[in-house]
């Protein structure tokens, strides 16, 4: 089963993979934003998996791993280009040499540069998706990046685009001043933006979401002694991120999750493919996009989508538990 990308008629499957944590190793303001240390070849398994079991969204970024996540998926994906949906985004610049993230550019010139490079690395002649990746902009830079995506989509160059931000009033402009067809958000069960999904709702945007397995930490395998060390972004210390503190999970969540685990294994899910099967209830429109970094992974998210949503009982359940 499919759903379209927007208005599009862009079919993409029920979820998609983030790919955050394939990009390996890259620096954000001195620390470390990526997950360790990974196994391309691995990472390409995992990725041929994914397109066994009926899943063809592919999500990354030009800066995870700084390019490296764009050509591990251009060297996986070769072959499948005509099966499969790219998203990727732009919006950040990078020293490719130093592995780290140096700025933002949103000009049209450098736009254009940006979408070269990702070509090239994706081994494309067209990016499905192409997203913003900067959180929140002024309302006369937005006119510019949609004028400028406008032009590349007439070009053939990109299908669509989208925009990754949680922020309801970029949102908002987006959904009513662009031809685009994606919001890209946070989205899981311990919280979200109740008014973007609704956003998406009434414009027929695709809500693509990430973080749906709270960086790891529904995945149950954390607990209270649970250490990262700061080679990993769960504990470089970034104040963004609510889920692990000092490079250890967050009592708070543990707490929640012990709440509500039962009911995300309701019927023989495992605590991940619950997690999935929330964000399917809570919305129609919602796409999530976990991350993976081995075939094993993928194989248990993929498995998510025979079990389906939960039912709105059980989602009224976790809501009075946990207090969404």
């Known amino acids: 089963m499919k759903r379209e990308l927007g208005k599009t008629g862009i079919e993409i499957s029920l979820l998609g993979l983030g790919c955050w944590a394939i990009g390996g190793p890259f620096l954000l303001e001195g620390k470390q934003d990526g997950w ?38 251009g060297r996986a994906l070769k072959e499948y280009r005509d099966k499969v949906v790219i998203a990727t985004k732009f919006g950040f610049t990078y020293d490719e040499e130093k592995r780290e993230i140096t700025g933002q550019n949103i000009t049209p010139e450098y736009i254009r540069k940006a979408c070269e490079k990702s070509l090239k690395r994706l081994q494309t002649d067209f990016i499905d998706v192409y997203q913003i990746h900067l959180w929140s902009l002024p309302q006369e830079k937005v006119d510019i990046v949609i004028e400028t995506l406008n032009q590349l989509q007439k070009e053939g160059t ?29 989205v899981n ?37 649970t250490k990262f060390t700061p080679d990993d972004v769960r504990g470089s210390g970034f104040d963004w991120i609510p889920y692990f503190k000092e490079g250890k999970p967050a009592p708070e969540f543990l707490e929640k999750l012990e709440a509500i685990k039962e009911i995300l294994k309701s019927d023989g899910r495992t605590l991940v493919q619950g997690a999935l099967a929330w964000n399917w209830a809570i919305s129609g429109q919602n796409i999530p996009i976990p991350g993976f970094k081995t075939a094993a992974q993928v194989i248990e998210i993929a498995k998510a989508m025979e079990f389906g949503p939960l039912t709105q009982q059980q989602v009224e359940s976790i809501n009075l538990l946990i207090n969404i």
Request: charged fraction near 20%; glycine fraction near 8%.
């Open 36 to 73: 360790g240390e990974v196994n391309d070849e691995e990472s390409i398994l995992a990725i041929h998996e994914a397109i066994e079991r009926n899943i063809n969204y592919f999500d990354t970024s030009d800066v995870y791993g700084i390019g490296h996540s764009e050509r591990v998926l």
């Open 158 to 186: 990109i299908r669509t685009y989208g925009w990754s931000t949680g922020d309801l009033k970029c949102a908002q402009y987006f959904a009513e001043n662009s031809n685009g067809s994606s919001i890209l958000h946070p």
């Open 189 to 225: 069960v311990f919280g979200y933006n109740k008014e973007v999904i609704k956003l998406c709702e009434e414009q027929n945007l695709t809500s693509i979401n990430s973080t749906p397995l709270a960086m790891g930490m529904l995945s149950g395998k954390f607990n209270e002694n």
